[in-house]
């Protein structure tokens, strides 16, 4: 157990796949007597969600994307600015050392601890991982991983694999039932979920094939983030969208179906519910790694991987009809989903990180 004055700085920036992990773990630290604070990002999604739980600072990031080009030394630039900041939070506020998820923030905060000797503890939920992880995990003390496939690329680190820790209300002792939308017993639901940021060209794909869904008995629950211009375009009352659910937890384990990208949060909690899914990586991502993520689910018979460039909304349609109608392989995919799940990750990775910090 942790002494009073024990402080760790928590660095997860960005989206929900970096701080739904970070903040499930940092509930496990306080409980063990840990007081924690908070570094992020101005304008990203730490700052509605942070503040209720943790002290949250601060400081100006982006992230280099594609070759360097005249923008790159601005970029360095704000990096240094950065690191030299993160480095004053550290040693001003007495830290005992860094547990970053990634995102933009994850860099300097690596780096700010590292020249101050203290213990920094990186977290990487996705089976290939990121550039900062590949480049900076040599130089921390530990680097938990979501996907024992991320081993391979890492060889120089000390790695240990604690699954991907997922919010609270999944792992609720008796799962939550759904109580809005009343959805009959015996009707079939498939549940469209995006990341925290949507995707609108899986949500033009579901709107083109939901009728047909609809006409076969099905209701479509759609999560269409904030970003989509067309989310009124259809409308049917088995049809309910909204750019949010809060009650996800309850909607994916009344889901007999999910589609969705394949970010390492959104399988994580489709392990934690056992729900079978379709997987439709997200093209543009870093490195292509929400391929990566989707291969081990694919492959452990979990989901059925779509590339986005070969599908249709009649391909799109015609899979998810020809799933429906075959209760076994549902059921097959969602015990296969459940052996992908490590139930108590958010404790594994609070125990890592006590660990280090107390030896």
Request: glycine share 8%; with cysteine.
């Amino acid at each position: 157990m942790a002494h009073s004055s024990t402080k760790l700085l928590v660095a997860a920036s960005g989206t929900g796949g970096h701080l739904f992990p970070a903040l499930a773990t940092a509930e496990e630290l306080r409980q063990a007597h840990y007081s924690l604070e908070w570094l992020g990002v101005p304008n990203r999604l730490e700052i509605s969600l942070v503040p209720a739980h943790f002290p949250l600072h601060t400081v100006a990031m982006a992230g280099l994307q594609g070759r360097p080009g005249l923008g790159t030394a601005k970029l360095l630039s704000q990096f240094g600015r950065a690191t030299l900041k993160v480095r004053r939070l550290l040693k001003q506020g007495n830290f005992s050392g860094v547990l970053t998820t990634g995102g933009y923030i994850a860099a300097p905060a690596i780096l700010a601890a590292r020249s101050l000797g203290l213990p920094t503890i990186l977290h990487e939920s996705n089976a290939l991982p990121g550039k900062v992880t590949r480049w900076l995990s040599p130089w921390c003390t530990a680097v938990a991983l979501g996907f024992e496939a991320a081993q391979a690329y890492l060889p120089k680190a000390r790695t240990v694999v604690v699954g991907t820790p997922v919010r609270a209300d999944f792992l609720a002792p008796e799962p939550p039932t759904l109580a809005e939308p009343a959805i009959p017993a015996e009707a079939p639901l498939i549940l469209i979920v995006g990341g925290s940021q949507g995707a609108v060209a899986v949500n033009q794909l579901v709107r083109a094939a939901a009728p047909a869904w609809i006409e076969a008995g099905a209701w479509v629950i759609h999560q269409t983030g904030s970003n989509d211009p067309n989310a009124d375009a259809f409308s049917h009352p088995q049809y309910i969208h909204q750019p949010f659910f809060d009650t996800m937890a309850a909607l994916l384990y009344r889901a007999n179906l999910a589609i969705g990208r394949a970010g390492a949060g959104t399988l994580t909690e489709l392990a934690v519910t056992q729900t079978p899914s379709i997987l439709i990586p997200y093209p543009f991502a870093a490195d292509d790694h929400q391929t990566f993520n989707a291969r081990v689910f694919s492959e452990a018979g979990a989901a059925l991987l779509l590339p986005q460039a070969t599908l249709t909304p009649q391909s799109l349609q015609h899979q998810v009809l020809d799933l429906l109608s075959q209760p076994h392989q549902l059921a097959e995919m969602a015990a296969s989903t459940g052996r992908l799940a490590t139930q108590d990750s958010a404790q594994r990775l609070a125990s890592l990180v006590q660990k280090i910090i107390e030896e």
